[in-house]
């Protein structure tokens, strides 16, 4: 789709947190910038994967009898 939302994101500049969810995963996760090493002596660049897996859970939340 190429005019889908990749991903939506805000930062909490205040508490120097970066919240996101992904377009195959609503669910809400973060990233403390506080846990991580920015300075000059820290390894080049830090990657990792925005989502483990490209689902999400689906709860039922139909009324019982």
Known sequence: ?????IWTSV???KNLVYYYHTQHNRKLRM???KKIDFSPH???FL???LEKRKSQEIE??????
């Open 11 to 13: 930062a909490d500049t």
């Open 31 to 33: 990233v403390d910038l």
């Open 47 to 49: 990657r990792f994967a």
């Open 42 to 44: 820290a390894a080049g």
């Open 1 to 5: 789709m190429r005019s889908s939302t």
């Open 60 to 65: 039922d939340v139909t009324p019982r009898r």
